[in-house]
Structure formats: structure tokens, C-alpha cells
């Protein structure tokens, strides 16, 4: 999706010209209605959670005064969003008008690292897409009725997403997130060898480890590991060669001492997803 915003707004990955939405659209009877938005605020705030956001604002916004759509679909709509967040026990600010024209919403703005609140989930009503495409369905009476569309985005958009995301954990992402869980760190050219057997073990478990073969010092290949946030860092000289281990430190600067290459993995793996 594009935008044409001002220059002056446009905002790293948090405001964008070029969108990416996770979309999908849901078409159902209105007895299915509540059902249907519950299901989405289950999958919304299971997302949130395992990424690690729990801090988040909830606006149902109402019809305005432009808006498609006979008055009686609104209302239960609008009535359907408020019930569901009410038994959920969800507390919930109101935009009076701030709907759509096509339909009421409920928009979930989570807050970053610095307190600043974003606009990414949105459950839409939309009562203008079914009618142009002249959707029908046969009820239990025989007839035609019109299907109502649920429109659901629960990132949002990816590039805010990811944005709100990087400045949440300061770039340094929970080890199932991380772009490189483990760097193996050769401490000369003569452990290559054995730094890439540990790599190839890594990834046979699932786990993302890179090696780094540059002609540097040890402790400079540390600190810039360090420096790239990466979650645990497996050096290896002659004695870990020789033993089957590897010497593990964590990004926070802790050293765990050798482990067994087994039990190395053993351990990114167990955190290896989201809670």
C-alpha cells in the first residue's frame, strides 16, 4: 500500500510512504459476528504477548458522519465490538465518529520503548465491499441476505512494526527473535575447521549461528558481537577443540565457562520460541 506523505512526517520505518499490511478479510452472518472478533482479538493479543508487548491502548471508534451502509448495521456492529471488548474485561477509550466511512473499528495502539503509542492491530467492519461486490448468501429462511465483512490487520504495518519492534528490545531481541542466535569466534586460523563443524551442528538443531572467519583478534570479534546485540557468543581455541566444547559468553558480558557443543545448543534451543 502507498501513502503520499509530507516529507516532514516521514519517519524511518514508523511512518513510511510504502506500507506492507498483514490483511485478511472476513466475511460471516451477523449472529457470527462476535464470534468472529473474538477470534481475532485472541490471535491479536497472543501475537502482542509473544513478542513481547503488554502495554497497549484499545479505541473502538464509531460511525461518522459520512458513512455507507443502513444505520441498523452499524449498530450491531458497533454494539458487537463494544460487547466483545467489555467481556474480555479489556478497558477501552471511545472515538466518537472516528469509524470509517465503510464501518466501526477497533484499533490496538501499542507503546514503544520510550512511551510513544502506535497504531498497529485494527478490527474493521466494512459494509461497502460486500455491496460492490454484490455478495450474497442463502439463510436458514431461503433468502438472500448480504454477508457482513470483518477486515482484521494485526501487525498493522510490518515496516511500523518492525520499527516499534527494534526500539522495544534496543536491538537486542529475545534469542528466538535474533537475526544470529550464537556466533562461533575462532581464536586463530588453525580453529576454523572446528568453528565450522560447531556452525553446521547449530543449524542441523534449527538454530541460526554464523562463524566469524575474519582476520581479527578474539576480543575484537567479541566486542563487535557484543555490539551487534547477538545473544550468546561460542569461542573456541585448541582446548575446546579437543574437548568437543566451546567457551560461552552472553551479550550481557557474562562468561558461562566451556559446555559440551550438546548441551550449548541444548540450551539456545530451549529458547528457541516465543512464550
Known sequence: MYRYERAGVVQGLLRVRGMTQDDAHIFC?????????????????????????????V?????????????HQWDLATASLRSTLQARGIEYGVDEGGGAFYGPK?????????????????????FNLPERFGLTYVGEDGREHRPYMVHRALLGSLERFMGVLIEHYGGAFPTWLAPVQAEVVPIAERHLEYARRVEAQAADAGLRAHVDARNERMNAKI??????????????????????????????????GAMPIPQVIERIASENGPA
Not at 462476535?34 to 513478542?51: A, H, I, M, Y
Not at 498497529?120 to 467492519?125: A, G, H, L
Not at 551487534?228 to 569461542?235: A, C, E, R
Request: aromatic share 8%; with cysteine; proline share 3%.
Open 29 to 57: 452472518r451477523p449472529d457470527q459476528v462476535e464470534d468472529e472478533v473474538n477470534g481475532v482479538l485472541d490471535l491479536t493479543f497472543f501475537l502482542l504477548k509473544s513478542f513481547g508487548f503488554d502495554e497497549y491502548d
Open 106 to 126: 477497533i484499533d490496538v495502539h501499542i507503546r514503544d520503548a520510550i512511551g510513544r503509542l502506535w497504531q498497529c492491530t485494527t478490527v474493521q467492519f466494512d
Open 223 to 256: 566486542r563487535d558481537a557484543q555490539l551487534q546485540k547477538i545473544p550468546y557468543m561460542l569461542v573456541v581455541g585448541d582446548r575446546e577443540a579437543n574437548a568437543g566444547t566451546a567457551a560461552v559468553r552472553l551479550r550481557s558480558g557474562e562468561n558461562l
Open 59 to 71: 479505541m473502538l471508534s464509531t460511525r461518522p458522519d459520512k458513512a455507507v451502509g443502513e444505520a
